[in-house]
C-alpha cells in the first residue's frame, strides 16, 4: 500500500475460494476432517442469527383493528390506544414491583453469562475455523491453544462493541417511549407517529453500523490478527488505514457479498421446497446443519482472505502459511 493503488476486484476471489473448497473438503473426501472442521465452523457461527425471523409478522388478528375501511390508520383511536395500555402498564407494574424486580435480575443474569459463553466460545472457534481453511487442516487442540490469546482479545473487543450497541439501542428506544407515551398521553397523533418513524429509522441505522463492524471484524481483522498475532484494537487499526484508504471498494465488496448470500439462500430455498421442507428440518438440527453446509462456510471464509490478498503481499494469509510449512 506505499502510494500504489492495488488491483483489487470482488470477482477474481470467487476461483480460487472455489477451488480451496474442492481442495479442503474433496480432494480426497475425508469424512472426519470434515466433521471437524465443520465443529470448528459451528463454533464460529455461535450466536449469529438463523434463517429470515418473522420478517412478515404473524400478529394478525381480526377483532379491533384501529385501522379505517380505506386501510388508513385512525391515528385520534391509535393515541387513545397507546393512552389506555400505558396507563395500565404502569398500574401493573407499581402493583407488581416486588416480583418483576427479582425475577428481571435472574433472567437478566442468566441472559449475560449464556451471552458471555456462547460470545467466548464463537471468538476461539472463528480462529479455529481460519487455522483449518488457511492450513487445510481438520484440527481442534492445535488452534484452540495457539490461538487463545488472539480469541481473548477479540472476545473483549465484540463484548465492547456489544455493550456499546445494546447501551444505544436501549437508550433509543427508552428516548423513543418517553416521547410516544407524552404525545400519545397528550393526544398528538401525528407527533407520535412521527416519533415512531424516527426510532425505526436510527434503530436500522445503528443496525447497520453493528453490521459492518462484525462484518469487516470476522472477515478482514481476525485474519490481521492471525497473521501479525497481535491484539484486536492493533488489527483494526491497520485495517482502518485500509479501509479509509479504498473504502468505495468495500461498499462494492458488502454489496457483493449481499449478492452472493441472496443467490445462496435461493439455492437452499431452492433445496427446500424439492425435499418438501425435509432439508429445512435437518439444517436446523445445530452442528449437523453446519456440517452439511460446510462447503459454504469454507467458500465464504476463502473468498475474504483471497479478496484481502489484494492490497498486498503483506495480507497473503495463505502465502505465509506456505512460508511457514516449506522449510519442512
Same mark, same amino acid.
Given at each position: +500500500? ?10 477474481? *476471489?470467487?476461483? *480460487?475460494? &472455489? ?49 379505517? =375501511? ?12 397507546? @393512552? ?8 401493573? %407494574?407499581?402493583?407488581? +414491583?416486588?416480583?418483576?424486580? *427479582?425475577?428481571? %435480575? ?7 453469562? &449464556? ?74 397523533? /401525528? $407527533? ?35 497473521? @501479525?498475532?497481535?491484539?484486536? !484494537?492493533? /488489527? ?8 479509509? $484508504?479504498? !473504502? ?23 433445496? +427446500? ?21 460446510? *462447503? &459454504? ?6 473468498? !475474504?482472505?483471497? =479478496?484481502?490478498?489484494? =492490497? ?13 510449512? !516449506?522449510?519442512?
Amino acid at each position: +500500500m506505499n502510494g500504489e493503488q492495488p488491483h483489487v476486484s470482488v470477482v477474481e *476471489p470467487l476461483t *480460487p475460494a &472455489i477451488e480451496r473448497v474442492k481442495t479442503i473438503l474433496f480432494r480426497p473426501f475425508d469424512l472426519g476432517k470434515w466433521f471437524v472442521i465443520g465443529f470448528c465452523a459451528w463454533l464460529a457461527e455461535l450466536g449469529k442469527p438463523k434463517g429470515s425471523g418473522n420478517a412478515g409478522g404473524g400478529d394478525g388478528g381480526d377483532g379491533g383493528s384501529p385501522f379505517s =375501511y380505506s386501510g388508513r390508520p385512525d391515528l385520534e383511536e391509535m393515541v387513545e390506544r397507546a @393512552r389506555d395500555f400505558f396507563a395500565e402498564a404502569r398500574i401493573f %407494574i407499581e402493583d407488581n +414491583m416486588h416480583w418483576i424486580v *427479582p425475577v428481571a %435480575i435472574v433472567g437478566a443474569v442468566i441472559v449475560i453469562i &449464556i451471552w458471555l459463553l456462547v460470545m467466548w466460545l464463537s471468538s476461539r472457534g472463528r480462529f479455529m475455523f481460519l487455522h483449518c481453511v488457511v492450513e487445510n487442516k481438520g484440527e481442534v487442540g492445535v488452534p484452540w491453544n495457539k490461538f487463545s490469546r488472539h480469541a481473548n482479545s477479540l472476545f473483549v473487543f465484540r463484548i465492547v462493541v456489544g455493550l456499546i450497541n445494546l447501551v444505544a439501542v436501549i437508550a433509543a428506544m427508552f428516548a423513543g417511549i418517553m416521547l410516544f407515551a407524552g404525545a400519545a398521553m397528550a393526544g398528538s397523533g /401525528a $407527533a407520535a407517529v412521527l416519533i415512531v418513524v424516527s426510532v425505526f429509522i436510527l434503530m436500522i441505522a445503528l443496525g447497520i453500523v453493528l453490521f459492518l463492524i462484525q462484518k469487516f471484524t470476522t472477515d478482514f481483522v481476525v485474519p490481521i490478527m492471525f497473521l @501479525r498475532s497481535t491484539s484486536c !484494537s492493533a /488489527a483494526w487499526r491497520e485495517f482502518l488505514g485500509v479501509l479509509t $484508504a479504498n !473504502s468505495g471498494r468495500f461498499i462494492l465488496y458488502v454489496l457483493f457479498q449481499i449478492a452472493i448470500w441472496i443467490v445462496v439462500m435461493f439455492l437452499i430455498v431452492a433445496l +427446500m421446497c424439492l425435499t418438501c421442507c425435509c432439508a429445512a428440518c435437518i439444517l436446523a438440527i445445530p452442528f449437523i446443519g453446519t456440517v452439511l453446509l460446510l *462447503p &459454504i462456510f469454507v467458500f465464504q471464509r476463502s473468498y !475474504s482472505l483471497y =479478496y484481502l490478498r489484494q =492490497y498486498g503481499p503483506s495480507f497473503d494469509i495463505f502465502g505465509a502459511a506456505e512460508t511457514v510449512v !516449506s522449510p519442512e
